[in-house]
């Protein structure tokens, strides 16, 4: 890819920019229902990132989220209005490179297909519940941590005698394919058997449908699917895992990494108003940035 170096500009204007949740969106995606609104930096002083200069060009940035996990990264089909956590993460890093609501376009990339979309070029970054894993390094790059929880378990209420990971010998789990929840059971949990879909949504149906005992992924996921139905299902037993959550970058992009952790470590404030309207509505207990060194 060509670099185009940017000259650091002498002059930096910051403008608020104010987004309504029913703005309209030019590129015919869907703006978020928060009502959180960002600044959009207007002279962004990001040098030798070709992910930045090749998106500065197109006038769009493309980031890959999830849009079936509520309050993290969720799409809701009836108003076409995206919502949650990371949603909210990729409207901040995109305003803090320069792009407003009108300029970001989405791309919904399933779990097992994240690196490759990175290195393909598909997306210029990914924010969805990604795990920060020296595997995936191989391959990519991440900024953050921006939120660390841990593997969970999800049951269907008083089904199944499953309260927490020490019950699930014999029992099969639901997880999606290529993430690190699925990889913790084949591993470590030789007496269960797995079941795999792309999405964690497709594993909750699947669980309605008997055809596996419980789900697992990240807590914070499962609070989510929990809440849509608080009387037929239930998140049991404590984490049993630590996912430090990151954003996922070109791995040869060190500029775009740096800068979204400088945006990131500055903005404590910006964060606990995210937290506060997405994932602290729905049970989740995390309340706080992570502190990390995010070199
Ligand atoms: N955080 C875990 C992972 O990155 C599970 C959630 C997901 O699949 O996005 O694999």
Redesign the pocket.
């Known amino acids: 890819m060509k670099k185009r170096h940017l000259l650091a500009p002498t002059l930096v204007a910051l403008a608020a920019l104010s987004l309504s949740a029913c703005s309209a969106d030019t590129t015919g995606e869907a703006s978020s229902e928060s009502g959180l609104t960002y600044t959009v930096v207007k002279n962004v002083d990001l040098v030798g990132s070709p992910t930045y200069d090749a998106a500065k060009k197109a006038g769009t940035v493309r980031i890959g989220v ?1 849009e079936d996990q509520p309050g993290l990264g969720y799409l809701d089909a009836a108003t076409g209005k995206r919502s949650g956590f990371d949603i909210e993460v990729a409207r901040w890093i995109a305003a803090s490179l320069g792009f407003d609501d009108s300029q970001v376009q989405y791309r919904a990339i399933p ?1 097992a297909n994240r690196e490759a979309a990175i290195v393909n070029d598909d997306i210029d970054f990914y924010v ?4 920060i894993t020296d595997k995936r390094k191989e391959q990519i790059g991440f900024a953050g941590p921006y939120l660390v929880t841990g593997q969970g378990l999800l049951v269907v209420k008083g089904e199944k005698g499953i309260s927490s990971e020490a019950d699930l010998a014999g029992k099969t789990v639901c997880s ?1 394919t290529g ?3 699925v990889q913790n059971i084949k591993q470590n949990f030789p007496d269960t058997r797995t079941t795999e879909f792309d999405t964690y949504s497709q594993c909750v149906t699947a669980m309605l449908d008997g055809k596996a005992d419980a789900v697992t ?2 807590q914070a ?1 499962l609070i989510g699917y929990a809440a849509q139905r608080p009387d037929e299902l239930a998140v049991v037993g404590e984490p049993f895992s630590v ?1 430090k959550y990151g954003i996922g970058v070109a791995k040869e992009d060190a500029a775009l990494r740096h800068f979204i952790n400088a945006t990131l470590t500055d903005g404590g404030a910006q964060w606990k108003a995210i937290y506060e309207a997405t994932l602290g509505k729905s049970g989740t207990t995390i309340s706080q940035p992570p502190v990390d060194d995010y070199s």
Not at 128 to 131: D, E, L, Q
């Open positions: 999830k779990s969805g519940t990604y795990s999606a993430s690190t929840p992924t990240d996921i996912e």
